[in-house]
């Protein structure tokens, strides 16, 4: 099956601070999500982005689908940045496998 | 305020008690899943049911037993679990055709 990685698995930034995340995976897929999950475990949408760029707010992604690999950008960021991003990936066989990465854990000092 | 609701948030259960999880959403979608997700481990697809019909059960023991009534709810029922299931259970549910799931707060299971 797809393997999905993410990079760094730990990142400790301090407020105001920009960062990049990474994924990246072994095959061709259909759909790429971002999720951030918060400290009482809920998982919040940020981007479903299966290939190109989006923007929202201070966040970005970007996924370049033909290199396997897809980027996370927080700018300025924030304390309630902290938690786990997630990545998610659905595979080429269709279905609904999605598969996710074991995330990156990051932390905002003030 | 989510659009998928999970009940309860917190449960604490011994292994020779039987309970239910319930998942409920309001999106509007028809495809609801169940996810596990255990200390350090990357989150597990568990069931997925689409139009009602279950479409994947990934090697889950028997003691989980899903349920979908309707293209709204999803239960999730437990009995004579082990320890080692605690975890932090977690509902999606998407629209037949996309896979941008739209996850509940989770349910975070203790199992003494």
């Known amino acids: 099956g797809i393997q999905v990685e993410q990079s760094p698995p730990d990142l400790i930034l301090q407020e105001g601070a920009n960062s990049t995340l990474r994924c990246n995976f072994s095959?061709?897929?259909?759909?790429l999500q971002w999720f951030h999950q918060n400290p009482w475990g809920q998982l919040i949408n940020l981007f479903y982005?299966?290939?190109g760029t989006k923007q929202n707010g201070r966040l970005s992604a970007t996924t370049v689908a033909t290199e396997r690999y897809s980027l996370l950008y927080i700018s300025s960021s924030q304390t309630t940045d902290s938690g786990v991003y997630f990545c998610a990936v659905e595979g080429g066989t269709g279905g609904f496998k999605t598969i996710f990465g074991a995330g990156t854990r990051l932390f905002v000092k003030a | 305020e989510t659009g998928v609701t999970q009940t309860p948030r917190h449960l604490v259960m011994g292994m020779t008690n039987k309970k239910s999880l319930k998942c409920e959403q309001h999106l509007g979608h028809n495809a609801m899943y169940w996810y596990k997700q255990s200390a350090k481990k990357p989150l597990e697809l568990m069931f997925v049911?689409?139009?009602?019909?279950?479409?994947e059960n990934n090697s889950v023991p028997s003691r989980f037993s899903p349920e979908c009534p309707n293209s709204s709810h999803l239960f999730l029922h437990l009995h004579t679990l082990q320890p080692e299931d605690s975890a932090l259970y977690l509902c999606?549910?998407?629209?037949?055709?996309?896979?941008?799931?739209?996850f509940g707060q989770g349910t975070r299971l203790t199992v003494v």
């Open positions: 999606a549910s998407s629209q037949t055709g996309s896979t941008e799931a739209f």
């Open positions: 049911y689409s139009l009602e019909e279950r479409v």
């Open positions: 982005i299966p290939s």
């Open positions: 095959d061709s897929v259909n759909n």
